[in-house]
């Protein structure tokens, strides 16, 4: 097909196949694809969240990366939670009683308003407000619940797998407006097939349709969100609104076998992907049968040094040094390729929490958009009135004095990296995922899965993954018990996760351009799939 929108919600990607079909390009499709992802996935995404955008603009033949992403407010202080930062047996950290993972202090300043308004004003060609009237006529009009909704909700390892979390129900308890919209009248969250509108944050999309995306920040409405801030304790200001910019950024450009691979730089996941990929740039990957114990051995072990590198070396580059450069040496990767080849290996604790959706768009000029974005862990709050959830800052390290430790204004390490792959300047494929760290584990194996496989679109999403970032490797189900025996037996600590499909593995959104110039996507399975909608 000559475009195409796939994401996780089908009513996403339809909305935007759309407005592909009513002369509407690839970023006019982005912006009414992830409005409604926000209406129909409120929890996974939503207008006081944050995110990264990948674009190529086939007029220039360049990609460029839009950072919209979340910021620490400018009443963070570092010695915030002093004295109350806990550590769980699986090593991660956490404050007691989780303010900075649900409440008013974890709340951040939120980009994603700023982010789509970007897309719009820089390369849009259909009305702003047109754009927004699908997700505004499906949160007035009401829709039944989907299924990977409350697949979510009623899955017991997304909230409470460790005692670093809260659970589920702390978590939809934590403010009057989350429990209004998400547990029924037994307390109990909503099941699938329930109708769910959300009439306040029709009203909040329809004066961001009449008003524009700067209304958010610094018009009438941005007053009444400071308001609600500043009478809740919340670290982020009325300035801190205000002062929000999005920064536009040169993607991390590495490479793959024969291809360019265009990442999304630091704070996003670019330099790990690419860390990740030059280490299995060492081997004949395409020599091993895919699923192996060879196979695998290899791709753990890249992964465990390059997160072991990411937690100790990487933050925000506005505040610590960027050690991209050195992380992708040749010396650097041909140290960590040793290191594999002896068997020495390197961990960090494992985020658990799988939040954040994206969309990939390819349309009939050749330009390519992919976007992820977030409420990050969610803060369990939703704006009084307004009917949208803030989003949660949980993901610094609670250690002063490291690079990924919190300062006013910056951006914690984000596990999201839209990548634009490409052949001689010219884009081959376009992913992304939700997933939290995993999300740069799942492309990393797509890419792969094309490149040393030849697997089909569909077949690269779906083939069985494993990730590991801390000591444990995950596997689904699908990977034979033997496999996972003998993984054991080469030093690896194994988790067998009780699904076939994985929803911790990521979600991988994907568009390939086909050898007569064509467009496909494919939509990753796990948690219910999705859809590639065409025009």
Known sequence: ?????VAPQPRAAEAGAEVLRAGGNAFDAAVAAGFMQMATDPLMCGIGGMGVAHVYRAATGETMVLDFLHRAGSRYVPDLWEGRVREAANGKRYVEGFPEQMGYQTIMQPGTVAGFGA??????????AELLQPAIATLRDGYPIDEYITDFLDERHQYGSSPANPSLLDFLR???GMAQLWLDSDGQPVRVGD?????????????????????FYRGALAREIAADLTANDALVTADDLASYRVRERRSLVGSYRDLAVACAPLPSGGTTV????????????????????????VLISAMQLAFGDRSNALGDPDFVPDATAELLSAQHIAALHERIMRGDLASAPTDDVPGTTHLTVADSEGNVVAVTHTLGHGSGVIAPGLGFQYNGG???DLRPGRPNSAAPGKVRLSGMCPTIVLRDGTPVMALGSPGSNAIINA??????NRVDFGMSPLEAVSAPRVHAEGSAAMLETRTPLATAAALSERGHEVIYRP???????????????????????????RRQGGVAAYA
């Open 1 to 5: 097909m000559r475009a195409v929108v």
């Open 119 to 128: 897309l719009h004003e820089r390369w849009g060609s259909r009305p702003w």
């Open 174 to 176: 934590a403010s009057e």
């Open 195 to 215: 109708t769910w509108v959300n009439p306040d944050y029709a009203r909040t999309l329809e004066r961001l349709a009449a008003d524009g995306a700067d209304s």
């Open 274 to 297: 690419l860390e990740i990929l030059a280490l299995l740039e060492c081997f004949d990957i395409a020599a091993l049968e895919h699923g192996s114990v060879d196979h695998l051995h």
């Open 394 to 396: 949980g993901g610094f």
């Open 443 to 448: 492309i990393v194996q797509v890419i792969s």
């Open 499 to 525: 699904f076939a499909y994985d929803t911790l593995q990521g979600r991988i959104q994907l568009v390939v351009r086909t050898d007569d110039d064509q467009w496909q996507g494919a939509s990753d399975p």
